[in-house]
C-alpha cells in the first residue's frame, strides 16, 4: 500500500474578483482599527471627562467597523484568517491604512482636524457602499455610515466651537488643519485593484466621492471662519504598507499583549 | 453651595419631623424637600466619592485599551470604560442636586481634599488584572452599590439602579475573560493567578472599608468612624454594615474562583456550616494603613494623571466656554 503524501493544505487561491475585493476590504477595516487605536490612545486624557466618553465611543464603532471589514476580508482573500489574526499577526508592511489614521494624535485640535477630514470621508464613501450589489457590503456601509455621522455631528461640533472660541483654540485648530491635509488626498486614491472593482461595478471607488468631500469640509470650515488648507505636497504610501516611522510603535503596542502568548485563546 | 435660607425655629423643628417621617416611612428625599445640613454633607462626600473612583477607575484598565489582546476584548473594554465615564457623570449630577458644582468637586479630586477609592491605588500591570479588576473590584461594587438603589436620596438611588445594572454587566466580562485566561495556556492561567493574588485583597479590604464599629487609626477616629456609619444607617443613605457586605462579597466570590480553577490568597479561606458562610482571614487594616493614604506612588500617581489631563484641557474648555457665551449672546441678541 501506497501513502499518498499530500502538502499541507494551502490556502486556496480566492477568484480574482474576491481577491480585489479583499484588498479593499482591508484597506478599510485597516484605517478604521488603526484610527481606533490613536483614540484609544485618548482616553482618560481628553479634555472632558464628556470627552473621554464621547471619543471612547467613537473608537469603539470604528473597532466595530474593523471587526466586520477584517473578517470578510480574512474569508474573501482564501487564508481563512480571522478577524485577530489580522489585526495580531501581521507586520508592519502588511497594513494598508491611510497614513491620516496612524498620525499622532497631536493636541485636542489636530485630532479634532483628523476627525472632521475621516468622517466627513467615511460617512460619504460608506453611504456609496450602502448602494453597492454585495449584500453584506451594502448592509455594512448603511449601518457603518449612520454611525460615523455621529462622529461628524462630533467633529463638525468641535470644529466651530474652536474656530469660534478663544484666539488660542482658533490657532491650534488651523495648526492642526494644516498638520493633517497633506494627508487627506491619500483616502481617495485608486490604484489598479480599484480600478477594476470599479469597471465591473463590484463598488464604487472612493475617488468619486472626492468633490462632494471637499464641498462637505468647506462648509463646515467656511461656516467657522476658517479657510480650506491648499497644502503644497500631499503623503502616500499608506495603501501599499509604506507608513510613517511613529506606525511601529503604535502595532508592537497593538499587538504586544497577542504575541506574548501564543497560541493564546482570549 | 445653594442651601436652603434657614427657616424659623418652630418651621425647622416641623420640617425635621417631617424629614424624619419620610425616612421611616421609607419614601425618598427629593432634592426640593428640607434636610437636615450634616444628610446633605454626608451624601455629597459619599457621591462625590463615589463619582471620583468611576473617573479613576478608568485609569487602571484605560492603560490597556491600546494592548487588548483581541478585538473583542478591546471593544468590551472599550464599552466598560465608557460606562464608567458615564457614571462618573450621572454622580455628578446626583451630587449637583445637592446644590454643588461639578468643576468644584473635581478640583477638591485634583487638590487631595477628596479621595477616589484607594483599591485603585494599585496598578494594573498585566492583561489579566483588566479581568481581575471587573471580577473582583466591579463585583465589590455591585455588592455595595446594591443596597444604593434603595438608599434615602433620590436621585441618588436612581442614579445607582442605571450605574448597577451596568456594573453587573461588567462584573460577567470579567468573569468571563478570567475564564478565557484559565481555559488557555498555562502561561495564560499563570497570568490570571496572579492577578487575582494581587486584587483579592484590595477588593476584599478597600472596596468596603473598616469594620463600621473599628475604623482603623487611634480611638477616637475609630470612634468617629463608627458614629458616621450609625448616622449613615439611621438616615437610610446607608443599609448595610461594611462586614454584612464584605461577607456578602467572599460568599459570592469563594465558588465562582472554584469553578475557574483559580485559588483565592487566603488559606483561612473555608465553609463555616454553623454561620452558613465562608470564613476568612480578618483584614490586618495595619497593611491597609499605607494604601489608604495619600503617599503612595499610585495614590499620587492616579491624582497627578487626572490633574494632567485636565490641565491640558484647559485651553479646550476656555474655547467652549468662550463659545457657548459667544452664541448664547448672539441667541440673546437675536431675542432682544
Redesign the interface.
Known sequence: MTTTREAPPRHRAAPAGDADLATLLLRLGDDA?VLG?RL??W???????????AL??I??DL??H??VL?TRAGRLDGTGRT??DL??TRPERAFTNVLLAELPNGD?AATVARQLAYTHYAVLYYEALAGCADPELAAFGARAAKEVAFHRLHADRWT???A???A??AR?LREGLERVWPYTAELFEEDAVLRRLTASGTVPSPAGVRRAWERAVADVLTGAGLTVPAPAWTATGGRSGLHTEEFGPLLA??Q???RQ?????? | MTAPTAAPAVDADASLARFEELIAAGETIEPRDWMPDGYRRMLVRQIAQHAHSEIIGMQPEGAWLTRAPSLHRKSVLLAKVQDEAGHGLYLYSAAETLGVDRADLLDALHHGRQRASATFNHPALTWADTGAIAWLTDGAAVINQAPLCRTSYGPYARAMRRVCQEEAFHVRQGYDLMRALCEGTPEQREMAQDAVDRWWLPAVALMFGPPDTEAGGDARTAALGAAVSRRALAWGIKRHTNDELRQRFVDTCVPQAERLGLTLPDPAIRWNEERGHYDFTPVDWDTYREALGDDTHWARQRVAHRRAAHEDGTWVREAAAAYAARTDDTARGEDG
Open positions: 482599527l487605536q484609544c490612545q482616553i482618560t486624557w481628553a479634555p472632558t471627562v464628556d470627552e473621554d466618553l471612547s465611543n473608537a469603539l473597532i466595530g474593523a471587526r477584517l478577524e485577530d489585526a495580531f485636542f466651530r466651537t474652536l469660534g472660541g478663544t488660542t483654540s491650534r503596542e497593538l504586544s499583549v497577542h502568548f501564543p497560541g493564546g485563546t482570549w
